[in-house]
């Protein structure tokens, strides 16, 4: 994995923009490995409030929404939280989520709400040719727990099915998502060992 970071530069911190050169750290990592049988059964998730930006007595950077939905759903045997706000569905606490209802795909908007990741757009692109139907629609937590099939997308999972969302558990038959990770797994060959 390459993971980028770019700052403004080192200033004294006072909240401006500083007039100096910006700095680039490039690391270069060993992909992360989620074990084969995380795809095979499919993991466990929480529904949690989404709190990011809402929090603002608490001075922190702004990832710390997302770490302690994942510490909460972990502290309850889950490995990944699935954020609401307003009734609605937006992502995981560090990856998009996707469900398939009668053979289409529905994932959240990219709207602000979201961080509409990169695997995100590479398996709708997928789905695109595949002729599966997409659906870029808002789903509530119903929605999802009563979905045919759910999975969630990030660079370092790919395509992770989900079996469990709070108590409920989902159908373990999920041909649609065989079918993406096959077509998500041609399109990244070379690149990561999805495969
Ligand atoms: C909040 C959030 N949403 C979605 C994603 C997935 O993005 P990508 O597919 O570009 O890795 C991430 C990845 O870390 C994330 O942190």
Redesign the pocket.
């Known amino acids: 994995d390459i993971y980028i970071q770019v700052t403004r530069g080192i200033a004294p911190r006072n909240h401006l923009f500083p007039d100096v050169p910006a700095q680039l750290a490039l690391t270069i990592r060993h992909p992360r490995q989620t074990p084969e049988e995380a795809y095979e059964k499919g993991i466990s998730t929480l529904l949690l409030e989404d709190e990011r930006w809402a929090n603002c007595y608490i001075k922190s950077l702004n990832l710390l929404p997302?770490l302690l939905a994942k510490q909460a759903a972990a502290s309850k045997g889950c490995k990944e939280a699935i954020l609401v706000k307003d009734g609605y569905i937006t992502?995981?606490?560090?990856?998009?989520v996707f469900a398939i209802k009668d053979n289409v795909l529905f994932t959240t908007p990219a709207t602000r709400k979201?961080?509409?990741?990169?695997?995100?757009a590479n398996v709708l692109e997928c789905a695109q040719e595949q002729a599966i139907q997409i659906r870029e629609q808002n789903m509530t937590p119903s929605f999802l727990k009563d979905a045919d099939e759910v999975f969630i997308?990030?660079?370092?999972v790919g395509l992770l099915p989900v079996s469990k969302i709070d108590e409920v558990k989902l159908p373990t038959f999920r041909p649609v998502t065989v079918a993406l990770k096959h077509a998500y797994s041609l399109r990244t060959a070379g690149t990561k060992a999805y495969q």
């Open positions: 997302n992502e995981g606490s560090s990856s998009n979201i961080l509409s990741g990169i695997t995100r997308t990030s660079t370092s």
